[in-house]
């Protein structure tokens, strides 16, 4: 199980799948696009198997939501959009000696040479602080977008992406809070993904349907009726059980490596696009930023040395 903060997830979860392993993965995938994609070349070169930890695929109306969504049930999509609860401010920036006993270059590992500050290193903090994580884009969207990649009919990832959102300028905390980015799929569905609760709603031309963490709505209700099972169960338990079954049996389970990299790709590039200001334009066939190298470039974070991805 891969659990330490963002930055490590990747180059543990490389090292992990060369030794054997097979692999849960908490999310968000990564702190980087370039990251993302090393873990699934590693994952599809080594065929160990990755499940993604976003558990909500465990919950039965969360699978029950998709399952209408993409059996047409709310008829052709209009639009989508995915709420997720912001990040934090403030975070102290003071500098001092780490506490004996903590090993505070191997916390840093692969991410930028920094002096110990101690709020850092501790919850909330490294979810919060860019050197190591996109914040809460990922670390809490990863959710809601992974039910959008697990109720759309056809797995894609939108193409364009603009929005705004607060960068915090005192403190320690620095990723993006209060986002609003509004997306465009290739064949012209919008998707808006912004600040809010925890949700993931789907606009049909027949109706919607709107799944929440802990329940789901719909318009006409009538098509949540047959929904039985309770809402409020142990969510996690059976993404979990899912893992070890797929490891038994060494076949994909229900959140695999590509699931994974596109919701993570909708928080990295929301993340660019607020960043710059800008309209950013996603080649899904190169897979890359196009028309803006400055864009592109922001795909990839440098990996300190000695340490390194497993290729």
Not at 147 to 175: A, C, H, N, R
Not at 305 to 310: E, F, G, K, S
Request: proline fraction near 8%; hydrophobic fraction near 35%.
């Amino acid at each position: 199980m891969i659990a330490p903060p963002d930055h490590w997830h990747v180059p543990l979860l490389a090292a992990a799948v060369h030794a054997g392993k097979d692999v849960y993965v908490e999310k968000p995938l990564s702190p980087s696009i370039s990251q993302n994609y090393a873990a699934r070349k590693v994952i599809r070169e080594t065929g160990r198997v990755f499940q993604y930890g976003t558990q909500q695929r465990g919950a039965p109306h969360v699978r029950f939501g998709c399952e209408l969504v993409r059996g047409g049930r709310i008829g052709k999509l209009t639009a989508v959009e995915v709420l997720a609860p912001t990040g934090e401010p403030g975070g102290s920036a003071a500098v001092s000696e780490p506490p004996e006993g903590f090993d505070y270059q191997m916390w840093l590992g692969p991410a930028p040479e920094k002096p110990y500050r101690a709020d850092c290193c501790v919850k909330p903090g490294h979810y919060h602080t860019y050197d190591y994580s996109i914040g809460f884009l990922g670390g809490w969207g990863a959710h809601p977008l992974d039910v959008l990649d697990w109720g759309l009919p056809k797995p894609m990832v939108p193409v364009e992406y603009q929005g705004s959102g607060l960068i915090p300028k005192e403190g320690l905390f620095d990723t993006v809070m209060n986002w609003e980015v509004n997306c465009t799929y290739a064949n012209g569905l919008p998707l808006k993904f912004s600040t809010g609760s925890d949700s993931t709603r789907f606009v049909g031309e027949e109706g919607w349907i709107q799944i929440m963490r802990k329940g789901i709505e719909a318009e006409p209700k009538a098509l949540i009726a047959g929904l039985t099972r309770p809402v409020n169960g142990n969510m996690g338990h059976n993404h979990v059980r899912n893992f070890l079954d797929a490891v038994r049996q060494q076949v994909a389970p229900e959140s695999p490596i590509d699931s994974a990299i596109r919701s993570d790709l909708i928080s990295q590039l929301s993340n660019i696009a607020v960043r710059t200001g800008r309209k950013i334009r996603w080649d899904a066939a190169k897979e890359t930023i196009v028309g803006d190298p400055d864009a592109a470039r922001m795909m990839h974070r440098t990996t300190r040395a000695p340490w390194r991805i497993q290729s």
